[in-house]
């Protein structure tokens, strides 16, 4: 039996970053840029008004005060979009609107809220510096210069910039496909009526959710019966995508066929068990150099061995560097009496206390007690042996997502 790390060294050797590809920019949030971005074009590309109000000559303004007003001429309207031919001279201005062209002999602009009056004839009300409200024509961004270095994740503020760029199909790395296939003959579709000795296909929702999630494209193929047949056909179809992820099937029962037929399918196995609990039965292999996972049944297992372990090829294969779920520490809030010979994974609720985070298990911690996981901020790493561990203990919690919103 090997450790997590060990094992998830394994998983991250025998995946690696797709090549990538041009998508609509629309589709590409959450994706990493494949490539360098240079502007091509200045941002903004014309010196406009970063303010509604009057483009003047600032040497107009000069000594403007509300009790010694300036008195321009007004010649126009200027709204955003529009452009002018008429120059600003001495004593004129222009009304103009955020966003507008600077007109030719302006050089600054009054915001409407320092001046009175404005038809025909305006009064300004405070002096201006020559450049003040005017954004200058790349001076977010020059023309030729580097914007985005390729491993970039693309957030939204990086599809902004991108569509200010002009930038509209940009080449990213795509996201993976990844089958899902649960496995036992035990499973009837959600909306079946019970019948005795059968349960609800929980994991093929799950993990399609948890695919989702970090990035991927879930394809759930139907369920196979523990039959060998059925598990093989079903393997061979999920073998067309990218990864495949199976529930169920590989730990000590006679009915566990799952790495009997992986290995007759040519795979290789990689992983057979790892030291944690839950989720022992690991099975990690590859099948025609398709990475394959096949994950215990228990709903909580399934789910945690997949934040630990598919989670990260996942956003390996999309070329994101931050692997690992995010920890905090915390202090244990009541003793946790949970002992194992392997690393723990214990579900806990986290608070904010007066100094840092209290976790506190979420209840019984059976591998199919999955109340306790929709419960759960985290979990927190018992290392094996650990336990049990008094109150006050400072633990370790790998995040999962936030429960409120
Ligand atoms: P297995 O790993 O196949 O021995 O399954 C372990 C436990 O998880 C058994 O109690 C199964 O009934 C249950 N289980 C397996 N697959 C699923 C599934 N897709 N949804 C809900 N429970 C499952
Ligand atoms: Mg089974």
Redesign the pocket.
């Known amino acids: 039996m090997i450790s997590i790390e060990e094992a998830l060294a394994i998983i991250l050797e025998n995946v690696a970053p797709a090549a990538p590809r041009r998508m609509a920019l629309e589709q590409c949030r959450g994706r990493v840029l494949g490539e360098d971005v240079s502007a091509r074009e200045d941002v903004p590309p014309f010196t406009n008004s970063a303010m509604d109000g009057f483009a003047v000559r600032a040497e107009d303004t000069a000594g403007a005060s509300p009790r010694t007003p300036r008195r321009l001429e007004v010649l126009e309207d200027l709204p955003a979009g529009a452009v002018t031919a008429t120059a600003v001279g001495a004593g004129e201005a222009i009304r103009i609107m955020t966003g507008a062209p600077l007109p030719a002999g302006a050089d600054s602009v009054v915001m409407v809220e320092n001046t009175r009056g404005g038809e025909g004839g305006v009064e300004v009300l405070r002096p201006v510096r020559p450049g003040e409200n005017v954004r200058r024509a790349g001076e977010s961004v020059r023309r030729g210069e580097p914007v985005l270095a390729a491993g970039t994740l693309l957030r939204p503020p990086e599809i902004g910039m991108l569509a200010a760029l002009g930038c509209s199909r940009p080449a990213v790395i795509p996201a993976p496909s990844a089958a899902i296939v649960?496995?036992?003959d035990?499973?009837i579709g959600i909306d079946d009526a019970l019948r005795p000795g059968h349960?609800?296909?929980?994991?093929?929702y799950s993990l399609a959710a948890a695919v989702e999630r970090y990035g991927g494209l879930p394809v759930p193929l139907s369920?196979a019966g523990d039959r060998e047949g059925e598990l093989k056909t079903r393997l061979e179809e999920a073998l067309s995508r990218e990864v495949v992820i199976t529930?169920?099937?590989?730990?000590a029962?006679k009915y566990?066929l799952v790495p009997e037929i992986i290995r007759e399918m040519g795979g290789e196995i990689l992983i057979r068990k790892v030291k944690m609990k839950p989720g022992k039965?690991l099975t990690f292999s590859l099948v025609g150099g398709t990475p394959v996972f096949s994950l215990?049944?228990?709903?909580v297992s399934v789910l945690v061995s997949f934040l630990q372990f598919v989670r990260p090829a996942l956003l390996k294969m999309q070329g994101r560097k931050n692997l690992e779920l995010p920890e905090v520490e915390a202090a244990l809030a009541v003793e946790c009496r949970e002992v194992t010979d392997r690393t723990h994974l214990v579900r806990v609720r986290l608070e904010r206390g007066e100094e840092g985070y209290l976790a506190t298990p979420t209840g019984p911690q059976g591998s199919?007690i999955l109340k306790s996981l929709v419960r759960a901020d985290g979990l927190m790493v018992v290392p094996p042996e650990a336990g049990p561990l008094p109150a006050g203990t400072r633990v370790r919690v790998r995040l999962l997502d936030a429960r409120e919103g």
């Open positions: 649960s496995t036992g035990e499973l349960i609800r296909d929980c994991n093929r369920p529930s169920g099937g590989i730990s029962g566990d039965p215990p049944g228990n709903p199919g």
